[in-house]
């Protein structure tokens, strides 16, 4: 039985699933080469059934998530989510009336499902999906559902606390579940008028940054502010956790307002501490709560919030944390995913799947990968006996390297496959790829890949795997001059953890050790700040020329650019 799970919102994408296998899932932004596409996932829907080789026929069932008001609204006139898409990515002049446009947003973001909305848009991508010759029965999925879905079936537990905290999404912001023997329940939820992803996206609004996309920033720059005790915070009281809830004392468009007040007269970083610092004292409380409440020690987690790694690092430290586990694709990009294991948990009651690695998407075959080099004239290639052992001797040498190989990463996260690669501890590699090919700004860190079997000497407080990238750890005091350009202000990092899954990158990082003394790379992922990571060669090799970048990896190919100097 082969299951469709479609998202047609913010970060649009699909994934395809049979049985408890994960065949294929990817987003949209891959193929459109526009950033966090908002538009139904045709392409996505495409490479699936392609890389499946199944026919569009075969679908048995379509899962979507998401049946809220607004989002049906846009699905019956998808010229408002392209023109919102154009105002939140910029891609356009400032509006006369854009603090109203805001207002509008926020005035709307308590209004959940109403009667017929899950009606009108099932009819609707019925409609698309019957386009590309899919005419399988369409079924609707909560938001939180989906999420939640995401993190408990593909964490591993066999018993787990589970916890979503988003923006908002079919009227909820957070929801408290367990997974006790094949069974997810759901306990608690927390409004979308109590949003605390609400809060932080305004925030990340006011600072002139773009919400749904800029949240990373935000935290980055909270770090370069003085530190101060949560009783001078002046966001303090506009939250409070309690009995696994969390309550906003404002709505959110009084809420915005007042922000757009204190904003005014506090330098930025200051006011990114404070957001972080309240969305950190909210979320941990609601982690140690439902945790004490269900005596559970294995977390799995899911929605935007859970990108802020920050935070995360402090559920990881709480006393009751045996294990967290955040699903790679947290936010609103994974649902597709998450609304299809859904669907198979409720039809066919399978609620757990192998997911040792987040490569999804799809690879590129020998004689694909040499028709698109033929077409370059200013590049010269050949095959490698050893890619990983020679691209860890030009890095070790103080170049970077474009690093392409094997199937697709899921999610907004390069984990060795589509990676631009360099030594870990050169300030002048940092600021060169910041400035001359990331293109962004100079604080954002960058972060590291490791081989799993370093991660208590480089890192202190290890208490679990993270093959994700989606938790922050201290680095040891021992180990700060060779983590110096993948590690923040505040001495912590964001790693990868690498092992069997990966064997092509975990062998660079091995060779790399042999001449560093250390198994660290310096990874950041593969393409120009604002622009989809790489999905193709041909994606690499505009990036190549674009960045003027001297050497490519692909899939065992060496590509030297004759006009690098990089």
């Not at 991508?125 to 029965?137: T, W």
């Amino acid at each position: 039985m082969y299951i469709l799970g479609v998202w047609d919102g913010h970060d649009s994408g699909s994934a395809l699933i049979s049985d408890d296998r994960i065949l294929f899932a990817s987003n949209e932004e891959r193929y459109t080469k526009r950033k966090l596409e908002v538009a139904f996932p045709y392409n996505s829907i495409k490479a699936a059934i392609r890389y499946a080789g199944i026919k569009p026929s075969d679908i048995s069932l379509v899962a979507f998530p998401t049946t809220e008001i607004t989002k049906t609204a846009s699905r019956i006139f998808p010229f408002q989510k392209e023109a919102y898409y154009r105002f939140r990515r910029r891609k356009m002049q400032k509006p006369l009336l854009e603090p109203l446009m805001h207002i509008s947003k926020y005035s709307m973001t308590s209004i959940g499902p109403l009667p017929g909305c899950r009606f009108i848009s099932t009819r609707i991508i019925s409609r698309q999906l019957a386009s590309l010759g899919i005419k399988a029965k369409v079924v609707a999925v909560d938001h939180h559902s989906a999420h939640a879905a995401s993190a408990a079936f593909t964490s591993g537990f066999r018993n787990a606390l589970v916890i979503t905290i988003d923006g908002v999404g079919d009227g909820l912001s957070a929801s408290v579940s367990t997974l006790s023997k094949g069974t997810l329940l759901r306990h608690h939820k927390i409004s979308a008028r109590n949003s605390i992803g609400i809060f932080y996206e305004q925030v990340t609004n006011i600072l002139g940054m773009r919400e749904l996309e800029d949240e990373g920033k935000i935290m980055a720059m909270a770090d370069y502010s003085y530190p101060f005790e949560l009783r001078d915070n002046k966001l303090k009281d506009f939250f409070t956790a309690k009995d696994m809830d969390i309550r906003a004392r404002y709505g959110p468009v009084s809420q915005y307002r007042r922000l757009s007040r204190l904003s005014w007269s506090i330098p930025r970083e200051q006011f990114a501490y404070m957001a972080q610092q309240v969305l950190e004292e909210n979320v941990v409380k609601l982690f140690s709560e439902a945790a004490t409440k269900f005596g559970m020690h294995d977390l799995a987690y899911a929605g935007g919030v859970a990108s802020n790694i920050k935070a995360n690092m402090k559920i990881r430290k709480l006393e009751d944390t045996r294990n967290l586990y955040i699903f790679p694709h947290m936010g609103d990009g994974g649902i597709a995913l998450g609304a299809a294991m859904y669907a198979n948990y409720i039809n066919n009651g399978v609620s757990s799947y192998e997911f040792s690695d987040a490569y999804l998407g799809r690879d590129y075959r020998e004689e694909e990968v040499e028709r698109e080099l033929k077409k370059h004239k200013w590049i010269r290639y050949e095959k490698e006996k050893d890619a990983p052992g020679h691209a860890a001797e030009l890095i070790s040498k103080g170049n970077y390297v474009l690093w392409f190989n094997g199937r697709m990463e899921y999610g907004p996260r390069a984990l060795g496959n589509r990676s631009i690669l360099a030594r870990p501890d050169s300030h002048e590699v940092k600021d060169m790829l910041n400035i001359s090919v990331k293109k962004r700004e100079w604080y954002q860190p960058f972060a590291p890949s490791i081989l799993e079997g370093e991660a208590e000497r480089l890192f202190e407080e290890v208490k679990c795997r993270d093959k994700f990238m989606t938790m922050a750890y201290a680095v040891r005091e021992s180990c700060r001059s060779h983590m110096e350009s993948v590690m923040h202000v505040d001495s912590t990092a964001r790693p990868q953890m690498v092992g069997k899954e990966n064997e092509s990158y975990s062998r660079l990082i091995k060779k790399l050790k042999e001449s560093t003394g250390y198994g660290v790379v310096l990874n950041t992922s593969f393409n120009i700040h604002g622009m989809p990571i790489a999905e193709s060669p041909e994606d690499a090799l505009n990036t190549m020329k674009a960045t003027g970048s001297r050497y490519l990896f692909i899939n065992g190919y060496l590509i030297q650019n004759k006009e690098g100097k990089k």
